[in-house]
């Protein structure tokens, strides 16, 4: 990657060791998100990608590294410090449920409420404002069971960026749409990021789509980045594992097995329970 300027640069990893137990999640990983970007952050399930997002919002503490945002180093920070940072940054996990008892308006409004003293006809303006920025204002009245799934993710899209996020962090925001919903969603996070001046990093497993809309693009494998780039450069790299990884190749040196003994071993163990 080429040497960016201070400035330009909102998230900086350096040597960042993460292990869960015995398990190397990452081993030595460096990486730099630039300010107003969709950097996608992609690779085989289970290689440390969510662990990533919780290390970047302090939720989780390396073993050793360094993680910078905007400027603030995340690991010296106090709780009332990760507190503030955290404000500045939305989140849109594949779990972020709506709340089911308030209505679209008021999952909105809920950030607000909790983070703000705005006056009820700001609030409006501001709910109003994120509702429409993701199509849905005349929605507002439904209840989270009157949704389909591809509105309800874009209800907590229009949550996660109530706040005015500097930056915004999704972590498989795509699962289980069907195409044009899922078309729709990639789209949008594009245009929000680009609309708000925004920094977006987006995990997700559907590769085409999200190398589409991104800027750069990062590949985990095993700790490791094995690859990084623009779409057109990751689409050059030849290189096996890449390219099993970005077409999908059910076979190849990205392991489908998560770290066991070997398979003969096991069952030769009768007196083992597990
Ligand atoms: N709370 C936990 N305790 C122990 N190990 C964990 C915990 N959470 C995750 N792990 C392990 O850390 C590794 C990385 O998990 P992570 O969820 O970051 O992977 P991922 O790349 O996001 O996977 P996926 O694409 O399947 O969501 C996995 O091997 C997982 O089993």
Known sequence: ????????????????????????????????????????????????????????????????????????????????????LRRRMGMLFQSGALLTDLDVFENVAYPLREHTDLNE????KLVLLKLEAVGLRG???????????????????????????????????????????????VSLVRQLNDA????????????????????YLYILSQGRIIAQGTREQIEGDDSEPVRQFM???????VHFHYPASPLDEDLRSPGRRR
């Open 139 to 185: 929605a507002r009245d439904l209840m989270p069971s009157q949704l389909s799934g591809g509105m309800a993710r874009r209800v907590a899209l229009a949550r996660a960026i109530a706040l005015d996020p500097m930056m915004i962090l999704y972590d498989e925001p795509f699962t289980g749409q069907d195409p044009i919903s899922l078309g729709m969603l």
């Open 1 to 84: 990657m080429s040497v960016e300027s201070d400035r330009d640069v909102l998230v900086r990893i350096r040597g960042l060791h993460f292990r869960r137990g015995p398990r190397v999640i990452f081993d030595d990983l460096s990486l730099d998100i630039l300010r107003g970007s969709v950097t996608a952050v992609m690779g085989p399930s289970g290689t440390g990608k969510t662990t990533l997002l919780k290390l970047i919002t302090g939720q989780l503490r390396p073993d050793a590294g360094s993680i910078e945002v905007d400027g603030e180093d995340v690991l010296r920070l106090d709780k009332a410090g990760l507190y503030r």
């Open 196 to 215: 708000a001046g925004m920094t977006s990093i987006l995990v997700s497993h559907d590769v085409q789509e999200t190398a589409s809309i991104a800027d």
């Open 121 to 124: 006809s700001m609030l409006r």
């Open 247 to 253: 077409d999908g190749l059910p076979d190849g040196p």
